[in-house]
């Protein structure tokens, strides 16, 4: 689950399903989700784990076997030899974790059935440290993950379940549609879960690569999963991450969140839907969920406006923008023109804008990309009854490649503007850059990284 803990080193199932429909092969791995990594974060919300590329399959079309290549951020323990060195200690390692699983009350009978015979999945090291060359723009990603077959399939696990969902909105006051966004984008209904061992994934990552100290903790957790009989192994297969489940839960996340919804004693967040439901719902609350209240509006931005106010820090009441000359896109009035929000603008001056409540952070704790939350709350509407989004997204900007980007901050950096170390990862500080050199030279301070943008850097 998208757990506030974790940088979330990939995406969400969301984003695997978005790419299934788009790329070849089966690269399922998520953020700590299924197999396709943290896409949405390289749009315009921070640095994550982006798609592997695709290695050609496996005899058989079995899984592609690890590259053998160092891994491509440079960390010391992704050099190949340190890969290898670390999976001929494999053994040893997983062994070691005995006394830290016995702490936690795990029988030594259980420790040994559950590792027994495990061997690490090297190519999780080249899944871990993909970089690719380009990345979707977020109305891509919106095309594709609200999509007509996937809004009607929601409305039918709405009626389906209906009672699970009543129950879970009495218990936590949180909308059944968000959760149902939720198990639309992360797993499209349970039909794309990823199928690694949550065991042998979290076991490899937490002896090999750079992130050991994070996945031991994840993988301990999901031995004490297992030695308390919530779930049964096979149940446990999920990303090359450790996510898990319709909903996409982490080891840990399971542990704090997860509920028994129609009390027979287990926490089955895979086969059960009153548990997955109420598990989700519990999530969303424990993180500060608001009953009743809205993830946000789709707001016009007037022509003119300071950008410099479109930032996350800078909160003010919704009858402060409107003030500033921002209105809902279909003229309807602010509910609670008191509630607090801040202006996304994730295509710049010339796409739609975005007000951000507080259930819209909530949504981001879940999974920390903007265009990720975005795109849970417009499923949610429209499986509501809601429209489409008014405003057009502008289809005619192409998405700057990596070497692009990457060029893009350099130049930045260059001409004073950017403070960072150029990785072609695009975050607040790059934004940051990009407005102060758009206002620089009086064009709208927006901070997004248009080819346009790229050519006047070029030209100075």
């Not at 949405?40 to 798609?51: E, L, R, V, Y």
């Not at 290898?84 to 420790?111: E, G, K, L, T, Y």
């Not at 919704?318 to 209105?327: D, N, P």
Request: net charge neutral; proline share 7%; charged share 20%.
């Amino acid at each position: 689950m998208r757990s506030s803990d974790t940088s979330r080193i990939g995406l969400s199932c969301a984003i695997l399903t978005a790419l299934a429909l788009l790329l070849p092969a089966n690269a399922f791995a998520q953020s700590p989700g299924n197999g396709l990594s943290d896409l949405f974060g390289n749009i315009f919300s921070g640095p994550k784990a982006t798609a592997p590329a695709q290695s050609a399959p496996g005899p058989d079309g079995a899984p592609p076997p690890w590259s053998g290549e160092d891994g491509a951020s440079g960390h010391p323990l992704m050099t190949a030899d340190a890969i290898r060195q670390a999976a001929a200690n494999f053994p040893a390692c997983v062994a070691a974790m005995w006394p830290d699983a016995a702490r936690r009350n795990i029988s030594q009978q259980n420790f040994e059935r559950f590792t027994a015979g495990l061997e690490p999945d090297l190519r999780i090291m080249d899944l871990l440290d993909s970089q690719p060359e380009f990345t979707k723009a977020i109305w891509d990603y919106l095309d594709i993950l609200v999509n007509d077959a996937r809004l009607a399939r929601g409305r039918e696990i709405l009626a389906k379940y209906k009672p699970q969902f009543d129950a879970a909105e009495q218990a936590f006051g949180v909308d059944r549609y968000i959760i149902a966004a939720i198990w639309g984008i992360e797993s499209n209904y349970s039909t794309q879960m990823g199928d690694r061992s949550v065991v042998q994934s979290t076991a490899t990552l937490a002896c090999i690569g750079r992130r050991q100290a994070y996945f031991k903790d994840e993988f301990l957790s999901a031995l004490e999963i297992l030695n308390r009989g919530d779930l049964r192994p096979e149940q446990m297969r999920g990303s090359w991450a450790g996510a898990f489940g319709p909903t996409q839960f982490m080891p840990t996340a399971f542990k704090r969140y997860a509920v028994d919804g129609d009390g027979d004693g287990r926490r089955d967040v895979v086969d059960d839907p009153s548990d997955l439901i109420a598990s989700t719902a519990n999530n969303l609350k424990k993180d500060g969920w608001q009953s009743g209240a809205n993830w946000g509006y789709e707001v016009v931005v007037p022509q003119g406006f300071n950008y410099m106010l479109a930032d996350r820090a800078k909160v003010m009441q919704l009858s402060q923008w409107e003030h500033l000359g921002v209105r809902r896109a279909n003229n309807q009035p602010f509910p609670r023109p008191a509630e607090k929000a801040y202006l996304l603008a994730p295509a710049g001056a010339a796409g739609p804008g975005f007000l951000m409540l507080q259930n819209f952070r909530v949504i981001m704790k879940y999974n920390p990309a903007e265009a990720y939350a975005l795109a849970i709350g417009h499923f949610a509407d429209r499986l509501r009854g809601g429209p489409p989004f008014v405003q057009p997204w502008p289809r005619q900007e192409r998405v700057l490649s990596r070497s692009e980007r990457l060029e893009l901050q350099q130049l930045l950096a260059e001409r004073g503007f950017y403070r960072g170390t150029p990785d072609g990862q695009f975050g607040g500080q790059t934004r940051e850059a990009l407005r102060g050199f758009q206002a620089s030279i009086g064009a709208p301070a927006d901070g997004f990284a248009s080819a346009e943008v790229l050519e006047r850097l070029r030209a100075r």
